[in-house]
């Protein structure tokens, strides 16, 4: 704690915090690099600062004295609280910088509020080819799912409904934090009801990890692959999509992420209301993204840069209703998006074709090889079968 405060009665730290410079910039990066084991205190002695500055100017000009004196006073009541002396440091830690928060009136911030459950040590078990999609209940559970179509409901007897027709129960009472992973593979596409009525449509190669039940202050799931949610408006509860890049806060909205593993953008096209996009994890310069409805926000995973553009959203949401709509869009998109949907391998002869520019409407509900040929008179070129899952374009 006595870290923190070091960094909260710095002037020059302080400063930095409220009114950056690059001579500040400089200093305080260099000084992070060279000091990586205080790296946490001064990311909580940052927040601490900028939540200040968005309370009254009574109640935020507070002097540093006054600061100290209140983080004092939390320190010795979470101290009085905590009996066991071998957890006194961690406990009083975190204990006394919620109470901090609470003497001053200040909300939890971002570094706090960001969701910290460990959905992605789930990801990364599934088989694209794997031929059903599965429902994995918090009690181990797995449930697997023959259809090309799935629905699955959580209905209002805590029970889970399978295309209408097959019922789940988990073998243990629910409790908060259990995790759930819906897997969607290639060739698959689901759609959920979760327990609080947002509806979730996964498109192929997609994992959606969700609790059994949504406690707290925020509802938050996560998404490997492609979704659109339909969110359930609750504004005592935001809720959170977690992908391994950014997160996506909404409070009631239509929206579609696509964060699929390999790809180097991660897309969100909002459809109706608002919703905010953050970075994951804590930085420095991290900004924070509002869009409005029919913008896509691209964030590049490798320059970590975000733009935002005007877009027709049904050439981007068209899937979860069975087709594809493009506009000018290039044969690499268009067959990345059909590979999924088909489970098969598309191979080029020569790798520019795949710049190739085409516009047009796929029905995903017909076979594999009638669109493929829509897309080769399309596109003016030749689409040879190698075998039931390989295809190459000549």
């Known amino acids: 704690m006595n870290e923190?405060?070091?960094?909260?009665?710095?002037?020059?730290?302080?400063?930095?915090?409220?009114?950056?410079?690059?001579?500040?910039?400089?200093?305080?990066?260099?000084?992070?690099?060279?000091?990586?084991?205080?790296?946490e205190q001064i990311q909580l002695a940052r927040t601490f600062i900028l939540s200040l500055k968005s309370k009254p100017v009574a109640e935020s000009e507070k002097t540093a004295q006054d600061i100290y004196?209140?983080?004092q006073q939390a320190i010795a009541k979470s101290r009085v609280k905590t009996k066991r002396r071998t957890l006194v440091l961690t406990i009083s830690k975190y204990a006394a910088i919620g109470m901090i928060f609470f003497v001053l009136g200040i909300g939890v911030t971002q570094y706090i509020k960001s969701p910290r459950l460990n959905h992605f040590e789930i990801f990364g078990k599934n088989d694209n080819n794997y031929p059903y999609s599965t429902l994995t209940l918090s009690d181990g559970k797995?449930?697997?799912?023959?259809?090309?179509?799935?629905?699955?409901v959580?209905?209002?007897?805590?029970?889970?409904?399978?295309?209408?027709?097959?019922?789940?129960?988990?073998?243990?009472?629910?409790?908060?934090?259990?995790l759930n992973q819906l897997f969607v593979p290639y060739g698959?596409?689901?759609?959920?009801?979760?327990?609080?009525?947002?509806?979730a449509h996964l498109n192929a190669g997609s994992s959606l990890v969700y609790p059994s039940k949504f406690e707290g202050s925020s509802r938050v799931v996560s998404l490997l692959g492609e979704g659109y949610f339909d969110v359930a408006h609750n504004p005592d509860m935001p809720f959170i999509v977690q992908t391994k890049e950014i997160n996506i806060e909404?409070?009631?909205?239509?929206?579609?992420?696509?964060a699929y593993p390999g790809d180097n953008i991660v897309e969100t096209i909002l459809v109706e209301g608002k919703v905010k996009m953050i970075k994951q994890g804590f930085q420095f310069s991290s900004k924070e993204y509002i869009l409005s409805p029919n913008q896509r926000a691209a964030f590049d995973i490798n320059s970590k840069e975000t733009s935002i553009s005007e877009v027709n959203v049904n050439n981007y949401i068209s899937w979860q209703k069975g087709f594809l709509l493009f506009e000018t869009e290039d044969l690499n998109r268009i067959f990345r998006k059909v590979e999924r949907y088909y489970n098969i391998k598309i191979s080029y002869a020569d790798p520019n074709l795949g710049l190739l520019r085409i516009s047009g409407k796929l029905e995903l509900k017909e076979d594999k090889e009638s669109v493929l040929n829509v897309i080769?008179?399309?596109?003016?070129?030749?689409?040879?079968?190698?075998?039931e899952t390989e295809y190459a374009i000549k």
Do not use: C, H, M
């Open 142 to 152: 797995n449930v697997r799912i023959p259809d090309k179509e799935s629905e699955i």
């Open 250 to 258: 909404v409070l009631g909205t239509k929206f579609d992420l696509s």
């Open 69 to 71: 004196s209140a983080i």
């Open 154 to 178: 959580y209905n209002n007897q805590g029970q889970i409904v399978i295309n209408k027709r097959d019922t789940v129960q988990s073998g243990k009472a629910v409790i908060e934090n259990d």
């Open 376 to 387: 080769a008179k399309t596109a003016s070129v030749e689409i040879v079968k190698i075998n």
């Open 4 to 39: 923190i405060l070091k960094f909260l009665e710095d002037p020059k730290f302080v400063k930095w915090v409220n009114k950056p410079s690059k001579k500040l910039d400089r200093f305080w990066s260099a000084y992070i690099e060279s000091n990586e084991s205080e790296k």
């Open 188 to 199: 698959k596409n689901a759609s959920i009801k979760l327990p609080d009525g947002t509806v």
